[in-house]
């Protein structure tokens, strides 16, 4: 129906234009007009739904393998030019080259993970003679976190009732951007502190041992932990961060924990797509009952998160949510801008062909 | 050509654009109705299957002597509709203190976990089965769809028969827009 409605502005106007200018638009341009425009929809449809949906997960691995070997060399340039001219004073010439390489062959250098991905190392010389230090420093086992796509249809879906409303707004201030950034080639940090003032020592040994917990659990549970610590919270900034996360990604085991001047939780609360409940409730309660009377541990914040998931989490198919995908519409900003490049298209092609005589 | 041939023609290949599109959009709403009544009773039974197998497990971990299970089963669904407020797992560890007082910490533990998880796990199958419904609704009643869903005879299932299990207490408290203090036993 939506291609319906997008059809109507274009196909007026290439008919006014055959109208008005009947004896020089002809009537197969006026079809080629109607053809390129129902061309142009599709890909907008397609694009709308692509875009709507279009989102990006993480997930967890190890090295299993690391090599290197010889390919075509990428760098080529012109060589062998020469020039010929033809028809005489007011001939023209033309320049004629080959194609030529700077090397006979290129080295590349790769690392593979237990998920099936390929990390492709930077050369450090133009053709990748020398071992780039990076690729010397990987070893086998490292826990790897590497972006892949996936279709979410709960992001299209903003009036679905997964889709909180209301409390972002609220907590602004504190609400963390998604930690979803790539580092270092297969490095994530999945360790959020909010309103807490911890040591960088601190932070970095937690998003290591998370890696690699993530490592652990990653490919047999489908998972990716990410634990946000915070303090002086109520337990509605768990919703708020729920809404603007959208509920994490498909594959996320989210841990929200509130702690006091001590670290000692004073509510934890899990998300995640899950089937099965139980990994959320279980971690959130052994982590209430976290003992740091001896300072706080993250080694045993992490071994109940490892027991609890390992045990415990079923990952959702995104696929139970596909009912969503009628809800995909465009929204107002798309429909103005396909508008526009219709009525641009549609405009153009009328000059074009007023200009240029085809039939 | 003569220009009266040409706006002819034009307006045929137009009406027929239209009418292609117009004739694959009935046919696609037909489908993606027909889709939509066979996931939401399909959303209804997997809630009942999941009521069912919650209530089970409850019994199932607690331990309690075969005669007394039916009464733990009406504690149980009792505290998934949300009867006994945010605590109803408690309302389920009295009735089994009263009929088992041996019994362990560790049980009273996995039971308070089962009941939690398993009224999350069934609110959140709720809130789909309420979405689903939302869906469909909105694909009825919403220009030009609605027109085409009356044309075709939709909806073909009884829409009042779709929907979410609440407690007697939920309703009146929602039919005298009053509820009172939570009493657990």
């Known amino acids: 129906m939506?291609?319906?409605?997008?059809?109507?502005?274009?196909?007026?106007?290439?008919?006014?234009?055959?109208?008005?200018?009947?004896?020089?638009?002809?009537?197969?341009?006026?079809?080629?007009?109607?053809?390129?425009?129902?061309?142009?929809?599709?890909?907008?449809?397609?694009?709308?739904?692509?875009?709507?949906?279009?989102?990006?997960?993480?997930?967890?691995?190890?090295?299993?393998?690391?090599?290197?070997?010889h390919v075509s060399c990428e760098h080529s340039y012109q060589c062998n030019c020469y020039t010929t001219c033809s028809g005489g004073r007011n001939g023209s010439c033309?320049?004629?080259?080959?194609?030529?390489?700077?090397?006979?062959?290129?080295?590349?250098?790769?690392?593979?993970?237990?998920?099936?991905?390929?990390?492709?190392?930077?050369?450090?010389?133009?053709?990748?003679?020398?071992?780039?230090?990076?690729?010397?420093?990987?070893?086998?086992?490292?826990?790897?976190?590497?972006?892949?796509?996936?279709?979410?249809?709960?992001k299209a879906a903003p009036n679905s009732l997964f889709r909180k409303t209301g409390l972002v707004e609220q907590y602004?201030?504190?609400?963390?951007?998604?930690?979803?950034?790539?580092?270092?080639?297969?490095?994530?940090?999945?360790?959020?502190?909010?309103n807490l003032k911890l040591p960088e020592q601190f932070k970095r040994e937690?998003?290591?041992k998370l890696e690699d917990l993530n490592a652990t659990l990653g490919r047999a549970k489908q998972v990716n932990i990410i634990v946000v610590m915070v303090t002086g919270m109520p337990e509605d900034y768990y919703y708020a961060l729920e809404q603007s996360w959208i509920g994490g990604k498909k594959n996320d085991f989210i841990i929200v924990m509130n702690v006091n001047d001590i670290y000692k939780p004073t509510w934890v609360k899990a998300m995640a797509?899950?089937?099965?409940?139980?990994?959320?409730?279980?971690?959130?309660?052994?982590?209430?009952?976290?003992?740091?009377?001896?300072?706080?541990?993250i080694d045993s914040v992490l071994d109940i998160a490892k027991d609890g998931i390992g045990k415990n989490f079923v990952r959702q198919p995104m696929n139970d949510y596909q009912y969503l995908s009628k809800e995909i519409t465009p929204t107002l900003g798309q429909w103005i801008f396909f508008i526009i490049v219709g009525l641009i298209v549609?405009?153009?092609?009328g000059i074009f062909f007023l200009q240029n005589d085809f039939y | 050509m003569t220009t009266l041939a040409k706006v002819l023609l034009g307006l045929?290949?137009?009406?027929?654009?239209?009418?292609?599109?117009?004739v694959s959009s009935v046919i696609s709403i037909n489908n993606s109705l027909v889709t939509q009544e066979a996931g939401l009773t399909a959303q209804y039974k997997q809630n009942q299957n999941n009521y069912d197998n919650f209530i089970k497990k409850v019994v199932e971990v607690a331990q309690v002597p075969s005669m007394m299970r039916d009464d733990l089963e009406k504690v149980t669904k009792a505290a998934?509709?949300?009867?006994?407020?945010?605590?109803?797992?408690?309302?389920?560890?009295?009735f089994i203190k009263e009929q088992n007082p041996t019994v362990s910490s560790e049980v009273y533990t996995k039971i308070q976990q089962v009941i939690d998880s398993g009224r999350t796990s069934f609110e959140s199958e709720q809130k789909m089965l309420l979405d689903k419904k939302r869906v469909y609704e909105v694909s009825l009643n919403s220009f030009p769809t609605s027109f085409v869903a009356k044309f075709l005879g939709f909806p073909k299932i009884d829409l009042s028969n779709i929907d979410i299990v609440t407690s007697d207490r939920t309703d009146k408290a929602f039919e005298k827009k009053k509820d009172e203090p939570i009493q657990l036993r």
């Open chain 1, 273 to 297: 797509w899950s089937s099965n409940k139980m990994a959320e409730v279980v971690v959130a309660d052994k982590l209430m009952q976290l003992d740091v009377s001896k300072g706080f541990s």
């Open chain 1, 2 to 69: 939506i291609l319906l409605v997008m059809l109507i502005i274009p196909t007026l106007v290439a008919f006014g234009f055959m109208l008005a200018n009947k004896r020089r638009i002809a009537f197969k341009e006026f079809l080629i007009q109607i053809g390129v425009q129902t061309f142009l929809i599709f890909l907008f449809s397609l694009f709308i739904g692509w875009q709507n949906t279009h989102d990006v997960e993480v997930w967890n691995g190890r090295i299993t393998a690391k090599k290197t070997f």
């Open chain 2, 12 to 22: 045929l290949v137009v009406f027929g654009l239209f009418f292609g599109i117009s």
């Open chain 1, 172 to 194: 602004r201030d504190q609400i963390p951007r998604y930690p979803g950034n790539v580092y270092d080639y297969y490095h994530v940090n999945r360790f959020v502190a909010v």
């Open chain 1, 206 to 208: 937690f998003n290591q």
């Open chain 1, 346 to 349: 549609s405009i153009g092609l």
């Open chain 1, 94 to 154: 033309t320049t004629h080259c080959s194609t030529c390489y700077e090397h006979w062959y290129d080295v590349d250098w790769e690392a593979y993970t237990s998920n099936g991905e390929t990390i492709d190392i930077d050369r450090i010389d133009r053709q990748g003679i020398y071992e780039p230090p990076r690729w010397t420093a990987i070893q086998i086992g490292e826990p790897t976190a590497l972006p892949h796509s996936f279709t979410n249809y709960v």
């Open chain 2, 80 to 94: 998934i509709q949300g009867r006994y407020g945010e605590k109803g797992s408690q309302a389920v560890f009295q």
